[in-house]
């Protein structure tokens, strides 16, 4: 009998990607001993204002943000639904490519997890996965319990005894992530001011060769004639 997989999603706009998008990966990955992290870009974002940048540069900037960062991968599951992005209907993908409930760790920010009850499919959604939820600077896990008091039998603080069972559960992650936003980022962009040390290098390169986040935004066009992304895979999906 096989051991079950312990694989990490996370999942963003990622308009563009952040170091502290990263810090939650790491955060869970450490924690929890994850295996692999997948890093998801959404394609419509039903709780967000739509995308400054395409698709195809919002993925182009997740793959290059976790090149370096071993068993990380970038996935376009949902940009290849080509519609709106709900947690929910990607779950059910990783179902149907025979992962299991318990084998998946939704990896978010305790900003974004506060507003679960928004999410659609609530609370069936939270029955489809493990979810892994990190501190954010000025949201700490540590008041999730009284903020979602509905949900505090279900959240698990450290040491994670419920990890050996095989019910999704809630695990609050207290770890220190970098106090920036990807609004704060296309601002600082529009405005010439530099981002090193916001983002990864490669992504920063990537927002400057191709003049992301500027008044003009040229990269918000010129991207629809550009390749599809190539599909991304983790280990053993066919």
Sequence with gaps: MTS???????????DPIHCGHLDLGHAAMRVLALERVAVIPSHIPPHRPQPVATSYHRFAMAALAVGDNVGWRALDIELRMGNASYTSATLDKFHERGYAPA?????????AFIQIATWKDYPNVLAKAHYAVVSRPGFPVADLPQELPSL????????FYALAQPEPSIFLIDARTADVSASAIRERCAAGQPIAGLVPR???????QHGLYTSTTPGRRASDALPRPPAGRLHGED
């Design 103 to 111: 084998e998946l760790f939704f990896v978010v920010g305790a900003d």
């Design 152 to 159: 505090k039998s279900r959240m698990s603080p450290p040491p």
């Design 4 to 14: 079950p997989r312990r694989i990490g999603l996370l999942g963003g706009t990622f």
């Design 202 to 208: 490669g992504v920063q390169q990537h927002i400057e």
